[in-house]
Each structure stands twice: as structure tokens, then as C-alpha cells.
Nanobody
């Protein structure tokens, strides 16, 4: 059984940094692609970054590259967020999906079947 547990959210001022963690267990080849999403009220979940546990492939969406970095180890996937802006505020979710999800350069929530509970990030100006 796949389990994902996010942590590391909180409140920071503009320009600050946070490192989100997603501890995982029970992953298989059907859940080797791990991704981070962000959701704000009234909007769909936005795919931010992904990592393929099988081959280490990593990708961050163009708009965030340079500020956000995704990494992983055997137990968790991480999202390092630097130079945070108020528009980065939201609930951040970790998700797992089939290996083929990774590499599409289009992180779509419908392609991920397992989700964590989310961790809240608030960036104040």
C-alpha cells in the first residue's frame, strides 16, 4: 500500500526558503514517478516538479526552475523552495504515479493515483 506523508510547510516572508519533504512507503513500478503539486483555493492542482525513482530523472516546470529544486532519496522526495513569493502560497501535495508519467514535461494530476494529505505554505509580503 502506497503511503505519502508531507511535512515542512509553514509561514515565511518573501524571499525566504522552505524545504518540503514527502516520506513514502510501499512504492512499486506503478508508483515510481513522484511529483509535487500546489493548489490554491478555486484553482486546479498545478504540477510543479517530478522525479523518477527508477532512473533519477528530475524535472521542474519552466516557471519555477531556478527557484525550486526536486530531489529524492530512498525514503522521501523533497522540494527545496527558495526566493519564495506570495504567489507561491498554497497547499503542497506529493503524489505518486506510474513510471511513464515522468518525462512528459506535463505534470497532470489525473495521472497520479496516490496522494499525500498536503502541507500548507504561506508566504507573506
Amino acid at each position: 500500500q502506497v503511503q505519502l506523508v508531507e511535512s515542512g510547510g509553514g509561514s515565511v516572508q518573501t524571499g525566504g526558503s522552505l524545504r518540503l519533504s514527502c516520506a513514502h512507503s510501499g512504492l512499486t513500478a506503478n508508483s515510481d514517478c513522484l511529483a509535487w503539486f500546489r493548489q490554491v483555493p478555486g484553482k486546479q492542482r498545478e504540477g510543479l516538479a517530478e522525479v523518477n525513482r527508477a532512473d533519477g530523472y528530475r524535472w521542474v516546470t519552466d516557471s519555477l526552475r531556478g527557484r525550486f529544486t526536486i530531489s529524492s532519496d530512498v525514503a522521501a522526495v523533497y522540494l527545496q523552495m527558495n526566493s519564495l513569493k506570495p504567489e507561491d502560497s498554497g497547499t503542497y501535495y506529493c503524489a505518486a504515479g506510474p513510471r511513464w508519467n515522468c518525462g512528459l514535461h506535463n505534470i497532470v494530476s489525473d495521472n497520479f493515483g496516490w496522494w499525500g494529505q498536503g502541507t500548507r505554505v504561506t508566504v507573506s509580503s
